[in-house]
């Protein structure tokens, strides 16, 4: 097993992507804080895990919220003694955000909330604990709409992905030498429960993205999870900085 005797914090693991993780990483040999603002979803994501012979514990956190981000951090650090790694996972993406001109400035600050603040304060409180050990690893998802315009546009996903990106490369500087990597993860469009309820609901829309996509298909969360297991793993020990783009090859297509 890659993740033996690791202690993992995954966000937003109460359904779809991070449910994923939580039993890969939990299949894999590493503990998990499953957090989730869903308190009840993050318990069935542990149901889950143990039924499987894993280990993880459940922990209901709002990640905009400060006090709830240390609880968090704090809870894995009583549960288990330590913390290698840390999944920034949780992110929104509300039916209300479109291009800068008609997103409601209300739905713009939530995105920014969960999206980025979210992130800051999961490493805030993750980072010092990580550096006591001297070792560390943090994978932020971001997105490959941080690297590409869209004429379809998510403007608010899009800037927090970005910030993301950005925050990312600089405490993969700043926190390396004291044995803690950062990486993010770009995954294009993935058949996750945010997306896909979106696109059935938008047959034009699910065409549009399907036809600018090499492989024709959309990701497996399982795919991009693969990816989090590298960099979770101590494989991964010279990566640090990267920014993992994995979309099927959407980003390198013109048409």
Not at 71 to 85: C, N, P, Q, S, T
């Amino acid at each position: 097993m890659r993740l033996t005797d690791k202690v993992s914090i995954i966000t937003g693991a109460g359904s779809g992507m991070g449910r994923v993780a939580a039993l890969r990483f939990a299949a894999e040999g590493s503990s998990v804080v499953v957090a989730d603002r869903d308190g009840a979803a993050a318990s069935e994501t542990v149901r889950q895990v143990q039924a499987a012979g894993g280990r993880a514990t459940a922990v209901t956190v709002d990640v905009s919220v400060e006090a709830d981000a240390k609880a968090m951090v704090d809870l894995a650090i009583e549960k288990y003694g330590r913390l290698d790694v840390l999944y920034n996972n949780a992110g929104i993406m509300p039916e209300a955000d479109h291009s800068v001109v008609d997103t409601p400035v209300e739905a713009w600050d939530q995105v920014m909330a969960v999206n980025v603040r979210g992130v800051y304060l999961a490493c805030k409180y993750a980072i010092p604990r990580m550096v006591e050990r001297h070792s560390g690893s943090i994978i932020n998802v971001s997105s490959f709409v941080a690297i590409l315009g869209c004429s379809v546009p998510q403007d608010a996903y899009t800037a927090s992905k970005g910030a993301v990106l950005a925050l990312t490369r600089s405490l993969a500087v700043q926190f390396a030498p004291h044995g803690v990597r950062t990486n993010a993860i770009l995954p294009g469009p993935v058949e996750t429960p945010l997306l896909m309820d979106w696109l059935l609901k938008n047959e034009a829309a699910k065409k549009l993205r399907l036809a600018r996509n090499p492989t024709g298909r959309f990701g497996k969360p399982d795919e991009v999870v693969a990816l989090g297991v590298y960099l979770a793993s101590d494989e991964s020990a010279w990566t640090n900085g990267a920014s993992l783009v994995i979309d099927g090859g959407i980003s390198v297509n013109y048409f």
